[in-house]
Each structure stands twice: as C-alpha cells, then as structure tokens.
C-alpha cells in the first residue's frame, strides 16, 4: 500500500524555472516529512524536513509547503539550475524511531 | 557533520558466495540503522531497521536467513548477503539516525553499495 504519493513522475523545467514537486499521505500520525535528493550511483541526500506545525520552511532555494488539512506537502526549487538535475523523493515517518515511507521519486531535469 | 560511510562501493561476486557490507556513522552515534535495497529508477525499499544490540526487525517479505544483520556498536551496522545469486544484484542503502540531533527522526544515507551477483 503505497502510503505516499509523490508525483509528477519525472519532470523537465527551464533554468532559473521553480519545479514543484507534491506528495500526498493518508496516515494522519505522520509528523515529519522529509525531502532528499539523489544522484545516479549515489545515496539520498537530506534537502529540507517540515513539521506539521508550520505551514511553509525554506532553506536556500529550496521551500517547502505543508498543507495539513489536505495531507499535502511540495517541494519548491527557486531559480533551478542544471545542478539540480536529480531524483527527489519526499518521505514521512511518526515521530520516534519508526521508518521513512518514501514516495517513487520525481526526476527533474533542469535544461539550460 | 552527521556522516554515513559503506564499504565496499561496489563489489561483483559469484553466485552462492556471501557478502558483507559495512555501514558505519562517522561523526555521531547511532541508536537505529536502516538498511534498504534500491532497484534502478525505482525508490527505496525498507528491507530491516537495526538497533544496537538487539536482534534486527525485518520488513515482510524479506528473508532474514539471507539477509543477515548485525548492528554490535553505535557507529557499526553490517548487511551479510548469505549465498547470494543473481536476483540479489541490486543497490543497497543504508541510513542511520544521530542520538545528538535535535530531532531524532533526522536519517541520514551512506552512498550505497552496488552489489552484482554474476
């Protein structure tokens, strides 16, 4: 059962364009929501993490949004550049020590 | 800070032989170590959580004879992949959480294992 739903599957933008990646969860005792971002051959690399008790946390170029009515989470990237070019996957897990749920990955590829 | 290193990179091996992969936290102990295995372009899959000094949980379907896992210290987990063929070739991941942090859900990856079963 796929707990979250990460999409678009892959994605092309422009540089300097700002690609939005969503994900979507159903376990309402989710409160940690991560974003890592991985190169080919390479292990994921923690971007940005939000909490439910802010709707909106940026860090660099990287912004994430929290809808937690919604049970929807985004990940902005401002002025994308083709450095940028990688997976991306959003996660959540309940407070403790429990597991990341991953969602499928988003490829962005950022052309000049 | 908050580094995760494997050992090996990449390793080939024959079919029926083991391999151990090493996973190590660098600059922070760590309470829990997840292991997972990633086909290509495809996300990651949850195979054990692993706490210092206890036994590992294993995720359904994953078959714990085969997979062996030991986590002796804070900083040390190691996958053993016992007998191992070729629908074993796969990418293998580990992650680990840092007591110190702030937040405890904070994981943090190593850069992977390639591991190709001839």
């Known amino acids: 059962q796929q707990q979250v739903k990460q999409s678009p599957q892959s994605l092309i933008v422009q540089k300097g364009g700002i690609p939005i990646i969503n994900c979507a969860y159903e376990n309402t005792a989710f409160d940690y929501f991560p974003w890592y971002q991985q190169f080919p051959g390479k292990g994921p690399a923690l971007l940005i993490a939000?909490?439910?008790?802010?709707s909106e946390k940026k860090e660099g170029r990287f912004t994430i949004s929290f809808n937690k009515s919604a049970k929807q989470f985004s990940l902005h990237i401002m002025d994308s550049q083709p450095g940028d070019s990688a997976t991306y996957f959003c996660a959540a897990s309940i407070a403790g020590n429990t597991p990341l749920v991953f969602g499928k990955g988003t490829r962005l590829s950022v052309i000049a | 800070g908050a580094v995760v290193s494997q050992h090996p990179s990449w390793v080939i091996c024959k079919s029926g032989t083991s391999v151990k992969i090493e996973c190590r936290s660098l600059d922070f102990q760590a309470t829990t170590m997840f292991w997972y295995r990633q086909f290509p372009k495809q996300s990651l899959m949850l195979m054990a959580t692993s706490n210092e000094g206890s036994k590992a949980t294993y995720e359904q379907g994953v078959e714990k004879d085969k997979f062996l896992i030991n986590h002796a210290s804070l900083t040390l987990s190691t996958l053993t992949v016992t007998s191992a063929h070729p629908e074993d070739s796969s990418f293998y991941i580990c992650s680990a959480r840092d007591r110190r942090s702030g937040s405890t859900d904070t994981q943090y990856f190593g850069p992977g294992t390639r591991l190709t079963v001839l």
């Open positions: 939000i909490r439910p008790d802010v």
